[in-house]
């Protein structure tokens, strides 16, 4: 059997970042597993193309189950199932969140993981644009670049908040969060920067890292609680591998837990009735689904509006803010604007647009992921249990009728047509409410279903260790106990970043020059 010192599963967000650290000691073995393929689809590269991913070979197309505040609509969750994970798919807004959602972390049992902790991972990352200063890095892999042309209706759309008495905030990932101004994107000369193309590409020929695509990771291989390898599905062949030190999940927040549960951890009823045995009681694993929810508004526009640059983002402008409702210290709504056309489902309309979304950054709903059967080729169950609260559903109210209130200045006259959604006989308090519950959509942020901490429904520590099981870490988005204000891939990195510094140092790894040798990437 094909010995390795760290196994990753999943070549995304996270994964990329890990097998970059950890190959930087030249003595140092690393296996990547990834289900999907290379990132080779032309339109990954192009920031304009990203609608285009979406159900595509390179997005997993998951489903939830009916969800019954939403009548009973199945929700579309995308996830990347390629190199680079969903960073290789999303939409490339680069957003950290709020100080106070690390120290947070801290708060809830966490040493280590407050925004002073983890300022210096985003900034370890970061090549920006904007040049080193106290809140951006400038020697990192990933490219954080401003938009180089806002579209007009973007700028329109930040001016106008601005007049409106919103903070006019140049960087929301600086100094504050609240206010209007424009989203940062991890974009490198106009194309996509994707964790692959940052932190694998540049690694591919060393002679410690093996990265094998469309590798299905089955189940986790154990003596007693100890990990000892991996079982995956290749090329319609099973095979298996070994760890010397550690296996490290990196699957996202479906399928990390799916992964665990399949492996015999988990909670020990749910195993039990699919028939699967027991290695370690933890109930938490799929538990706590937290995710962002958004609600558009769109309008038909004239030839006067101009569209997105093909080098950059979708949403271009965006707004932080509080609503009435909130009592947290953090925004509760984050809006975003550009100049395309978000039509709704069952919509036939084609040509020029505009649109603003409202987002939940702490929707009160918590969701599970489940498995539907101990066959490891099914979907897991989701249900995110969107809008079971009547004030999620008022405070995304508050936030469409702002949007309207901006849309229908005269800032933006000169290219406004109709309005395709929710329309203007849709006025009223209740009405929009029941548009919301029958057209919010997921955000494609899902975290916390291996969530950090030392309470009895956590299931990694702070080192990200799993509970009760030796060599075995969960590093991805799933980790998150509670989910961060804004966009979750930069918080992904971040995670990475310091997982592998504490794996460094529990195994005294250091960074030792490379011989490098012919690429290892197995198709």
Same mark, same amino acid.
């Given at each position: ?17 890990? *097998? ?6 030249? +003595? /140092?073995? %690393? ?5 999907? =393929? $290379? #990132? ?110 806002? *579209? ?6 930040? +001016? /106008?908040? %601005? ?5 006019? =905030? $140049? #960087? ?352």
């Amino acid at each position: 059997m094909t010995h390795y010192d760290y196994i990753i599963i999943g070549a995304g967000s996270a994964g990329c970042v890990l *097998a970059n650290r950890l190959t930087a000691d030249s +003595e /140092t073995t %690393v296996l990547l597993l990834e289900a999907g =393929n $290379p #990132d080779t689809k032309p339109e990954i590269q192009s920031p304009s193309a990203t609608l285009s991913l979406l159900g595509s070979e390179v997005d997993w197309g998951y489903f939830s189950e009916p969800e019954p505040y939403l009548n009973d609509r199945k929700i579309y969750c995308p996830r990347g199932k390629v190199l680079g994970g969903s960073s290789a798919i999303n939409f490339m807004l680069y957003s950290r969140g709020n100080p106070h959602d690390y120290d947070h972390w801290q708060a809830l049992g966490n040493p280590g993981w407050s925004y002073e902790d983890m300022l210096p991972y985003f900034k370890k990352s970061e090549h920006s644009s904007r040049g080193a200063n106290a809140y951006h890095g400038v020697k990192g892999e990933l490219s954080v670049t401003d938009l180089p042309a806002p *579209a007009v209706m973007s700028q329109r759309f930040v +001016e /106008t908040a %601005v007049a409106m008495g919103y903070d006019d =905030n $140049p #960087d929301f990932n600086g100094s504050q969060q609240e206010g209007a101004g424009f989203y940062q994107f991890t974009i490198k000369d106009g194309k996509r920067h994707s964790t692959a193309a940052a932190f694998l590409l540049p690694i591919l020929d060393y002679p410690n890292l093996t990265t094998t695509t469309g590798a299905l990771v089955t189940r986790l291989l154990f003596e007693g609680t100890r990990t000892v390898g991996v079982e995956y599905l290749h090329e319609g062949t099973l095979h298996q591998v070994s760890v010397n030190q550690e296996v490290i999940v990196s699957a996202g927040a479906f399928d990390s837990p799916k992964l665990l549960m399949l492996s015999g951890i988990g909670d020990a009823a749910h195993l039990q009735a699919s028939s699967l045995p027991v290695v370690v009681d933890l109930p938490g694993v799929g538990q706590n689904l937290q995710d962002h929810v958004l609600v558009p508004i769109t309008y038909q526009a004239t030839e006067a509006v101009h569209p997105a640059s093909s080098s950059s983002g979708i949403g271009e402008a965006g707004l932080f803010l509080h609503s009435e409702h909130n009592l947290d210290v953090t925004p509760d709504l984050q809006c975003f604007a550009g100049p395309i056309l978000w039509a709704p489902p069952g919509s036939n309309r084609s040509g020029p647009g505009f649109f603003g979304v409202a987002s939940l950054t702490h929707a009160q709903n918590i969701g599970t992921i489940s498995l539907r059967s101990s066959d490891f080729q099914d979907t897991p169950m989701i249900r995110l249990n969107y809008l079971q609260s009547e004030t999620d559903v008022q405070t995304l109210v508050v936030g469409l009728k702002l949007l309207r209130q901006i849309f229908e200045t005269h800032a933006f006259d000169e290219f406004q047509g109709e309005e395709l959604a929710p329309g203007s006989d849709i006025q009223s308090d209740e009405a929009i409410a029941a548009y919301i519950r029958g057209a919010c959509e997921t955000m494609y942020h899902p975290v916390g279903t291996c969530k950090m901490g030392t309470d009895s429904m956590a299931v990694v520590d702070p080192a990200l260790r799993v509970h009760g099981i030796e060599g075995l870490r969960i590093v991805d988005a799933s980790i998150m106990p509670t989910i961060t204000t804004g966009n979750t891939n930069a918080p992904t990195i971040a995670i990475a970043e310091k997982a592998a510094d504490l794996i460094k140092a529990a195994h005294y790894i250091t960074d030792r020059p490379l011989i490098f040798a012919k690429s290892r990437l197995c198709a």
